[in-house]
């Protein structure tokens, strides 16, 4: 039972000892970020996270000799290292909590600027194609028919309003009037083959 207790006290005795030196490094680190004078409405995310990783290990060296060796991290040791970041990170949140605050606000905003890239690259582009309407259909949609001046036939569905949608809704358009029309193509469900299909959707008509 002796022999338990003296075990459970070094061990509490190692991990205060622990504790107390990364709350020494955080606290250097937070003062040492306080001296560069960041700022932090213009530095990215990547370049903060340099700024504390170069002072957590300044702090770090300058103290390394206090660890004991199984607890000593080296620096191509990537697990080791970050690990020993958290348990700064949290002792920083204590000492310097508008750091690593303005250090999750450059994340957040770095995720929120790549979702925006996403959707810019995947929303679909309009196309514009110069012809001659052939015909105007007025069934379920209203579709429109146009040949290029290749010869081409090309089939428009409207479905979403737009801004020049009047042209079309308001019968000003005729057969054999000039258009030059956008579209986007997305994919419909087509009842009559039982399959999906893509179809040309009307973003715009300019009479020529």
């Known amino acids: 039972m002796r022999k338990i207790i003296i075990a459970l006290v070094l061990i509490f005795s190692i991990n205060s000892f622990s ?87 450059s994340t957040q905003k770095e995720v929120s600027d790549e979702d925006d890239e996403e959707l810019v690259v995947d929303e679909p582009q309009d196309v514009f194609i110069e012809g001659q309407v052939t015909a105007i259909k007025k069934d379920q949609f209203v ?26 809704t308001n019968n000003e358009l005729k057969v054999k009037d000039a258009v030059k029309v956008g579209y986007t193509e997305i994919e419909l469900f087509d009842v009559a083959t039982n399959e999906f299909k893509y179809f040309k959707i009307l973003t715009d008509i300019q009479r020529q």
């Open 143 to 168: 579709s429109l028919l146009v040949k290029d001046k290749n010869g081409r036939a090309y089939s428009f569905l409207l479905l979403d309003y737009f801004d020049t949608a009047s042209v079309l």
């Open 19 to 105: 504790q107390d030196m990364y709350d020494i490094i955080g606290k250097e680190t937070c003062a040492c970020l306080g001296t560069k004078k960041l700022d932090y409405q213009k530095i990215d995310k990547k370049e903060l996270q340099t700024q504390v990783g170069l002072c957590m290990i300044q702090s770090y060296t300058s103290h390394i000799n206090e660890f004991k060796e199984e607890e000593k991290v080296q620096f191509d040791d990537k697990d080791g290292m970050r690990k020993m970041g958290e348990k700064v990170a949290l002792k920083m949140l204590v000492n310097c909590p508008d750091i690593i605050l303005e250090l999750g606000k």
